[in-house]
């Protein structure tokens, strides 16, 4: 390695030539760990045996991230899940990968020399598997489409295919996840059909009301309810379902957040239409990285061709992310759900040592989601209570925020906040309650 005389020689340190070599030789899919000389990056970049956008993205995000961290210490606002499978994966398990990239000048070439080979595990076994454990859905193979897509793009590609008829909108319950953002600056936008629901039997009226309406193409359902966190139960689907049929509005339901309900508990409600389409993807159950931006996958109705989805994900890349997520369910399924489990524990203990009137909800004890609710005497004063906690490093979600800017809730929400722990350390959590706690209790006392 070729070094000025001015620099300090660390025999510790690989060299500039390792390094871009253990660049080369990660196929994509896994998190660069420790701390990455942009240099090294941008060098990498201009092999010809790496995908440059994928180095790219790696060095941007790294950057990103490490911005949000110094500015935002506590984001608890953010339902990301920033569990790492690789530190429950024994080495010789992920040493496998490896070593099969180092043989071949390319990463693409290996892994399909690896499909040649021998036997190999694919994402779509590994789904059928999962749903035969968790769930009695029922559906053909052929109904299962994986492309290599995180959870919001899936669900783009299907809201797409369901209201390709110009005049068809989107029924979207509020609040909700800002899913009519998937279109911001896309040729062709899409038309939403926002009510409000929050709470089931307003969810069931308000579909109600806007199917009557003619022009609906599909109906978007997040269960449990995010951010709300209430849940559909079999008699509320099939109510839905009935008014679905009758004016021919097709279901798709966003099973992400399923996955991090307790095992044992994480039956789909898909089980109780007639034809939905399902989508789910894994950042949520096992993390965003390596694999949880890049495993989503959707279950079409019986009557939909699967060509109608193409699929963007090459053999190389869908055949090392089925191996990451063998590697996943193998020995991390219970450890990410308890980790979950611990830091929701931390958090509410916490922070109702401050106030006890304070009143906690989640759909369950290793929910990713947590609803923060103030009483109802609080109301004037937890109006600002989000920009006082960003003061102090910590970030919170009022609930009437998951909306679109032109559309009026009537309910109030204001003492009322979405508090996630996916992406902030147990210590951290505690130091956060209790900032927001301590604040809480002097806006009372004030």
């Given at each position: 390695m070729h070094t000025n005389k001015h620099d300090d020689i660390d025999e510790n340190v690989p060299s500039r030539d390792e390094e871009i070599k253990r660049i080369i030789s990660n196929p994509g899919m896994f998190r660069m760990r420790g701390e990455m000389d942009p240099r090294i990056l941008m060098e990498a970049i201009f092999s010809d045996r790496v995908h440059p956008e994928r180095v790219l993205f790696e060095l941007l995000n790294e950057l990103m991230h490490k911005a949000m961290n110094k500015e935002i210490p506590y984001n608890m606002g953010s339902a990301h899940y920033t569990y790492d499978i690789l530190n429950d994966i024994p080495i010789a398990e992920t040493e496998k990968l490896y070593k099969l990239t180092e043989r071949f000048e390319s990463p693409a070439y290996a892994f399909t020399k690896m499909l040649s080979q021998k036997k190999t595990n694919n994402i779509e076994e590994i789904v059928l598997d999962m749903h035969s454990r968790e769930t009695t859905l029922k559906f053909n193979p052929k109904q299962l489409i994986v492309n290599g897509k995180s959870t919001r793009y899936a669900m783009r590609d299907v809201i797409k295919i369901t209201t390709m008829d110009k005049n068809k909108h989107v029924a979207l319950p509020l609040p909700n996840?800002?899913?009519?953002?998937?279109?911001?600056?896309?040729?062709?936008?899409?038309?939403?059909?926002?009510?409000?629901?929050?709470?089931?039997?307003?969810?069931?009226?308000?579909?109600?009301?806007?199917?009557?309406?003619?022009?609906?193409?599909?109906?978007?359902?997040?269960?449990?309810?995010?951010?709300l966190g209430y849940k559909i139960d079999q008699k509320l689907a099939e109510e839905i379902d009935v008014i679905a049929q009758k004016y021919g509005i097709d279901i798709i339901v966003d099973d992400v957040l399923r996955g991090v309900q307790p095992i044992g508990d994480r039956e789909s409600i898909g089980i109780y239409f007639s034809r939905p389409y399902i989508v789910e993807g894994f950042s949520?159950?096992?993390?965003?990285?390596?694999?949880?931006?890049?495993?989503?996958?959707?279950?079409?109705?019986?009557?939909?061709?699967?060509?109608?989805?193409?699929?963007?994900?090459?053999?190389?890349?869908?055949?090392?992310?089925?191996?990451?997520?063998?590697?996943?369910?193998?020995?991390?399924?219970?450890?990410?759900?308890?980790?979950?489990?611990?830091?929701?524990?931390?958090?509410?203990?916490?922070?109702?040592?401050?106030?006890?009137?304070?009143?906690?909800?989640?759909?369950?004890?290793?929910?990713?989601?947590?609803?923060?609710?103030?009483?109802?005497?609080?109301?004037?004063?937890?109006?600002?209570?989000?920009?006082?906690?960003?003061?102090?490093g910590v970030v919170i979600s009022p609930i009437e925020m998951y909306k679109p800017d032109d559309f009026q809730l009537s309910e109030n929400y204001k003492n009322k906040f979405r508090i996630t722990v996916g992406r902030i350390s147990s210590c951290n959590i505690a130091e956060a309650a209790d900032l927001i706690g301590e604040t809480i209790r002097t806006m009372k006392n004030e």
């Amino acid at each position: 390695m070729h070094t000025n005389k001015h620099d300090d020689i660390d025999e510790n340190v690989p060299s500039r030539d390792e390094e871009i070599k253990r660049i080369i030789s990660n196929p994509g899919m896994f998190r660069m760990r420790g701390e990455m000389d942009p240099r090294i990056l941008m060098e990498a970049i201009f092999s010809d045996r790496v995908h440059p956008e994928r180095v790219l993205f790696e060095l941007l995000n790294e950057l990103m991230h490490k911005a949000m961290n110094k500015e935002i210490p506590y984001n608890m606002g953010s339902a990301h899940y920033t569990y790492d499978i690789l530190n429950d994966i024994p080495i010789a398990e992920t040493e496998k990968l490896y070593k099969l990239t180092e043989r071949f000048e390319s990463p693409a070439y290996a892994f399909t020399k690896m499909l040649s080979q021998k036997k190999t595990n694919n994402i779509e076994e590994i789904v059928l598997d999962m749903h035969s454990r968790e769930t009695t859905l029922k559906f053909n193979p052929k109904q299962l489409i994986v492309n290599g897509k995180s959870t919001r793009y899936a669900m783009r590609d299907v809201i797409k295919i369901t209201t390709m008829d110009k005049n068809k909108h989107v029924a979207l319950p509020l609040p909700n996840w800002h899913f009519w953002e998937l279109f911001d600056g896309e040729n062709e936008e899409k038309k939403f059909a926002f009510f409000e629901a929050s709470s089931p039997e307003q969810l069931l009226d308000g579909f109600r009301k806007v199917a009557k309406r003619g022009n609906i193409g599909s109906l978007v359902l997040v269960n449990p309810s995010n951010p709300l966190g209430y849940k559909i139960d079999q008699k509320l689907a099939e109510e839905i379902d009935v008014i679905a049929q009758k004016y021919g509005i097709d279901i798709i339901v966003d099973d992400v957040l399923r996955g991090v309900q307790p095992i044992g508990d994480r039956e789909s409600i898909g089980i109780y239409f007639s034809r939905p389409y399902i989508v789910e993807g894994f950042s949520k159950r096992f993390g965003d990285e390596p694999i949880g931006e890049v495993s989503a996958y959707t279950i079409l109705p019986k009557d939909v061709s699967g060509k109608k989805f193409r699929s963007e994900a090459n053999i190389a890349k869908k055949t090392v992310v089925a191996e990451l997520m063998r590697m996943a369910f193998a020995y991390s399924e219970k450890p990410a759900i308890e980790e979950l489990t611990a830091r929701n524990r931390i958090f509410s203990d916490r922070l109702l040592s401050h106030d006890g009137d304070i009143k906690v909800y989640r759909p369950s004890e290793s929910h990713l989601l947590t609803v923060l609710e103030l009483p109802n005497t609080y109301w004037s004063k937890s109006t600002d209570l989000d920009d006082q906690l960003m003061e102090k490093g910590v970030v919170i979600s009022p609930i009437e925020m998951y909306k679109p800017d032109d559309f009026q809730l009537s309910e109030n929400y204001k003492n009322k906040f979405r508090i996630t722990v996916g992406r902030i350390s147990s210590c951290n959590i505690a130091e956060a309650a209790d900032l927001i706690g301590e604040t809480i209790r002097t806006m009372k006392n004030e």
